[in-house]
């Protein structure tokens, strides 16, 4: 069986990640899609929350499934034999850091990462900016699915009162 793993904050999950995830589930037998504690950097949903989001936009990818991790990346692979990462480049602006840690993944346990180049559409996506543009009563509908969009909404209303 051929599995690999979609890592990332996905905080919240968007169509960007969801292109990505859909693109893996078609190439692989299994796709894990986990959710990774990145301790240095807030969130503003937690981890569990993330998981739930992914979960459900996920569900029609009968291959797919959703953990999480906050160790490093090569051990979660390593334990469950998972030989291959997949993610998603944007833009050139993405390459440097991916590719220093594609190669740092594979020097310290053989695992490696395969690119999926983003949908056009999606070049410009990011979590934070949706996050950002939400904040400021911008319309991200088209950027998120609807119910990751209700729970930004919810989480910016609770956050303003
Ligand atoms: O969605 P992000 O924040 O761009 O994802 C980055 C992520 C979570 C994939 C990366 O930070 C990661 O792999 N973190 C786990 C810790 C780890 O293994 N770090 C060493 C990477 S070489």
């Known amino acids: 069986m051929h599995s690999?793993?979609?890592?990332g904050s996905f905080d919240p999950i968007t169509y960007g990640h969801l292109d990505i995830i859909g693109r893996a589930s078609a190439l692989y037998d299994e796709v894990v899609v986990a959710v990774l504690v990145n301790q240095t950097k807030g969130s503003m949903f937690t981890?569990?929350?993330?998981?739930?989001?992914?979960?459900?936009?996920?569900?029609?990818?009968?291959?797919?499934?959703?953990?999480?991790?906050?160790?490093?990346?090569?051990?979660?692979?390593?334990?469950?034999?998972?030989?291959?990462?997949?993610k998603g480049l944007?833009?050139?602006?993405?390459?440097?850091?991916e590719l220093q840690m594609a190669q740092m993944n594979h020097q310290l346990a053989g695992i490696e990462t395969v690119f999926i180049?983003?949908?056009?559409?999606?070049?410009?996506l990011s979590s934070s900016l949706v996050k950002e543009i939400a904040k400021?009563?911008?319309?991200?509908?088209e950027h998120?699915?609807?119910?990751?969009?209700?729970?930004?909404?919810?989480?910016?209303?609770?956050?303003?009162?």
Request: net charge negative; charged share 25%.
């Open 144 to 161: 998120v699915p609807p119910i990751v969009l209700t729970q930004l909404l919810a989480r910016l209303k609770a956050d303003k009162s």
């Open 4 to 7: 690999a793993i979609c890592p």
């Open 90 to 97: 944007r833009a050139v602006s993405d390459f440097d850091y």
């Open 136 to 141: 400021y009563g911008g319309d991200v509908s």
């Open 117 to 124: 180049s983003t949908s056009p559409q999606y070049s410009f």
């Open 47 to 86: 981890v569990e929350e993330r998981m739930e989001m992914i979960r459900e936009v996920t569900k029609d990818f009968a291959n797919v499934r959703v953990d999480s991790w906050s160790g490093l990346l090569v051990e979660y692979c390593k334990t469950h034999n998972i030989p291959a990462i997949v």
